[in-house]
């Protein structure tokens, strides 16, 4: 199993700006698609944002324009650049590992939390 080890988040006011990161360990799956998702209080988990192996990105409607996701494939790390920042974007935000070929084969991370004050 990919381990996922995330880091980046904390408190924020409106405006300002973040960036998650997400450290994958090694995986045999290389063609896969690495992303983050965040869950608010009372809400279910939702895509923010993902990448695949190849550099293909999807947004979530609400933060396109606002943050972009990246990686590095060879040091296999995920980025999320947030920038004006909003109170909803307060949430969990988690990191997803996923493979292309296997669909059954993928991890979560633990979380971190990004609160945004108004």
């Known amino acids: 199993q990919v381990q996922l080890v995330e880091s980046g988040g904390g408190l924020v006011q409106a405006g300002g700006s973040l960036r998650l990161s997400c450290a994958a360990s090694?995986?045999?799956?290389?063609?896969?698609?690495m992303g983050w998702y965040r869950q608010a209080p009372g809400k279910q988990r939702e895509l923010v944002a993902t990448?695949?192996?190849?550099?293909?990105?999807n947004y979530a409607d609400s933060v396109k324009g606002r943050f972009t996701i990246s990686r590095d494939n060879a040091k296999n790390t995920v980025y999320l650049q947030m920038n004006s920042l909003k109170p909803e974007d307060t949430a969990i935000y988690y990191c997803?590992?996923?493979?292309?070929?296997?669909?059954?084969?993928?991890?979560w991370g633990q979380g971190t939390q990004v609160t945004v004050s108004s």
């Open positions: 997803n590992f996923r493979s292309l070929v296997v669909p059954s084969y993928y991890s």
């Open positions: 990448i695949t192996s190849g550099g293909s990105t």
């Open positions: 090694k995986s045999i799956f290389t063609t896969n698609a």
